[in-house]
């Protein structure tokens, strides 16, 4: 890229709303013994790298790790305290978003807005006063099973079973509609993603999820999955994760995934949901959140037009946000 292309991209990209849809941060703090100010040599993300990143939305997830499975609520309490610990420790840089307004609070007082959801609906320990009362601890999305089966449906790693969500999983969709929280469909059997899109009234999110055309993997989106997401208002998430890329992972395999999913959805589903402390290794130029603005050099450099890429960077899933959370 040309100087001139270099500080266009730069421009374009601190000037874009940037939303990134999924990182493992809260998880990976408390075994690295890193607080979420930063900066820090240890991760992919804290608030310091956030900011060089030009990240203005964040959404940080309380991960039920099946070794939790036992005691997934408490565990998803535990997550959720670090979150305010954290949050309330770095008040002058960071705020707790629950809405629209707070976001456009956040974006007016130079502020990063965080968004707590949880990865694992067992949290709910099959209750749906639970998932009430995660809506008052502040909890935005749910992504509704990891890659197992709990009380709501069956994941990615279940799909042998022919399973989908459960009954308690079709109430908890429709009750989450009602609250004003995403329904993240990464992570769920294909099954699952079906009957999603059959009882939400919604959009609904993969917050982190690719193309299963270029990479063949079940935690992938196939192209029928990506079309039917687009056509219901949703928005997918192109993750950083390796095993998610294909062969050779790299930047441009990266933008290749957004190539896809655009060509198959459309401009107005593809969104960035990095999965950052979810993974041990990230492509060459991604290592961690301050090196997002690659992305937006990439994109550039395909020839997309500045409005297109600002609707990857951030603006497709503030259209979500601002649709579904109240």
């Known amino acids: 890229m040309t100087f001139k292309g270099a500080v266009m991209a730069e421009t374009l990209h601190y000037d874009s709303i940037v939303v990134d849809s999924h990182c493992d941060t ?128 069956d994941g ?35 099954n699952g993603f079906w009957d999603v899109l059959s009882v939400s009234r919604q959009p609904v999110i993969a917050s982190h999820s690719n193309c299963r055309a270029l990479c063949n993997h079940p935690r992938n989106l196939n192209d029928q999955q990506i079309k039917a997401l687009a056509n219901q208002g949703g928005v997918m998430g192109i993750t950083f994760v390796p095993d998610f890329l294909g062969d050779n992972p790299s930047i441009a395999q990266v933008l290749a995934h957004i190539d896809h999913a655009i060509a198959v959805g459309g401009p107005d589903c593809v969104g960035i949901g990095s999965d950052f402390d979810g993974t041990g290794s990230l492509p060459t130029g991604l290592e961690d959140c301050s090196r997002l603005p690659a992305i937006t050099s990439g994109l550039l450099e395909r020839g997309y ?22």
Request: proline share 2%; charged share 25%; with cysteine.
């Open 26 to 153: 809260l998880t990976a703090m408390p075994d690295e013994g890193r607080c979420l100010a930063g900066p820090s040599a240890k991760g992919q993300l804290d608030l310091s790298r956030l900011k060089k990143g030009g990240v203005n939305v964040q959404f940080f997830s309380a991960f039920i790790d099946p070794d939790y499975k036992l005691t997934a609520l408490h565990r998803a309490l535990e997550l959720i305290d670090l979150f305010y610990r954290e949050i309330e420790g770095n008040n002058n840089v960071v705020l707790h978003a629950k809405s629209m307004l707070d976001i456009e609070e956040a974006l007016s007082s130079d502020k990063i807005a965080a968004f707590l959801s949880i990865e694992g609906g067992e949290a709910l320990e099959g209750s749906l006063g639970i998932l009430r009362l995660m809506y008052r601890l502040g909890v935005r999305s749910i992504t509704l099973t990891w890659n197992g089966r709990n009380e709501l449906g």
């Open 156 to 190: 990615v790693g279940e799909e042998k079973t022919g399973g989908g969500l459960t009954r308690l999983g079709e109430e908890a969709v429709v009750e989450m509609n009602r609250l004003g929280m995403l329904v993240d469909v990464s992570h769920l059997s294909e």
């Open 305 to 326: 037009s500045e409005n297109a890429i600002k609707k990857v960077l951030g603006g497709n899933f503030m259209r979500v946000i601002g649709q579904v959370i109240k």
